[in-house]
């Protein structure tokens, strides 16, 4: 049996041409590579600007861990001979995936209107930071800052913290590469365009509930650094050889933590959130003469949620250990490339490493 075979594999035959660059639409179409779409990275001869970014020998780390199973193509837009090139490609293609600027489409004649009216039954995917209507450039962190997430992420102090994960671009791959997906698969087989905002994933992905709250007319509390909003005591806590985070603050877990701690106050869970730093107080005066691993193993033994503040390797060497071919997969080169995050029947989508600039797919 093939690597592949008994695994899903729904946009078999669809083909993607993909107009993107750093994070957010590469994203989206990688994930339609790991079910079966044959995906065309169009690239400008210099490349997708993520090639420029930190990497090693083998590359950016950027342009790497978001172009996997990708063949690449290196077109010229500006060229009339390279932009017919795109036209055919898009002749015979199931969808298009971009995030460049609304600006720079309409100038290109790659606007979504001028899209749907050239290709009906092509499936059009545009991402943008304010929508299709505003010719405003947007990043991951722009967005973060313009949503509301930083401030809602803030310190303790009312600083606002940014995070370094880029969650509104890896929300918005997830989205528009399901949305693709889901319109490609369609029986009726109709194009479509599907406009993604990062200003709206941002709103609907990171604040989530408080976006709710705000909505309905209620003041959100003040930024609370590592604090959870919905419950107390639920932090990061100090140790006498490292960090753990406990989420005690929920009812149910707070009646087994307040006796160990030493807590005698019944306060319910509304006032214990109010008053946060007393009760914040009293788990770290607990869990401060101990080591780490004999917090988290006084916490397994009472069934409350709780972990290791970890460094990225001494992360990653544990999540390797969970599942067989977790994180990435090292090719005889040494290049690793990242694998999929989840199981089928046991098993795991392959991936291909990114291509290099005009490369071909690589192989498995």
């Known amino acids: 049996m093939s ?26 179409a990688m994930y339609l590579a790991d079910f079966g779409a044959e995906v065309i990275k169009v690239e400008a001869p210099q490349g997708d600007g993520a090639r420029t970014l930190p990497g090693n020998a083998f590359g950016s780390y950027y342009a790497r861990s978001f172009n996997c199973g990708k063949q690449s193509r290196v077109l010229n837009l500006r060229e009339p ?13 199931s969808a298009f995936i971009c995030n460049l600027a609304p600006d720079s489409l309409k100038g290109l004649g790659l606007d979504g209107a001028t899209l749907r009216r050239q290709f009906p039954r092509l499936v059009v995917t545009l991402i943008s930071g304010y929508g299709q209507d505003d010719s405003r450039t947007c ?28 969650p509104v671009d890896m929300s918005c791959g997830l989205l528009a ?24 994933v941002a709103a609907s992905m990171l604040l989530g509930p408080a976006a709710l709250a705000v909505s309905e ?54 006032e214990r959130i109010a008053r946060a730093v007393e009760f914040d107080a009293l788990v770290e005066a607990w869990t401060l ?22 460094g990225p390797e001494e992360a990653l060497a544990m999540i390797r250990g969970l599942r067989p071919g977790a994180v990435s997969k090292a090719l005889p080169s040494g290049e690793h490339v990242p694998m999929f995050p989840a199981l089928f029947d046991g098993r ?17």
């Open 3 to 28: 690597e592949t075979q008994s695994l899903p594999r729904p946009l078999a035959g669809k083909r993607v041409i993909d107009l993107s660059q750093f994070i957010a639409g590469p994203t989206a």
């Open 81 to 93: 001979a390279d932009r017919k090139q795109l036209d055919e490609l898009l002749a015979g293609a």
């Open 139 to 166: 990043m991951d962190t722009v967005a973060q800052c313009e949503s509301g997430f930083t401030m809602l992420n803030g310190d303790e102090d009312g600083s606002p913290r940014l995070s370094t994960s880029w």
């Open 177 to 200: 590469g399901m949305s693709c997906a889901m319109a490609m698969l369609d029986p009726a087989g109709r194009g479509c365009l599907i406009d993604v905002s990062m200003m709206e």
């Open 217 to 270: 007319g209620d003041a959100l509390a003040r930024p609370m650094g590592n604090r959870d909003r919905a419950s107390a005591p639920s932090n990061i806590y100090r140790c006498s050889d490292g960090y753990v985070y406990i989420l005690g603050g929920l009812e149910a877990y707070w009646v087994r933590l307040k006796p160990l701690v030493g807590c005698r106050d019944d306060a319910p869970i509304a």
């Open 289 to 310: 003469p101990q080591r780490r691993d004999d917090v988290l193993a006084a916490m397994r033994e009472l069934q409350i949620p709780a972990g290791a503040v970890r």
């Open 348 to 364: 795991r989508v392959p991936r291909t490493a990114a291509p290099h600039v005009g490369g071909s797919l690589r192989a498995l």
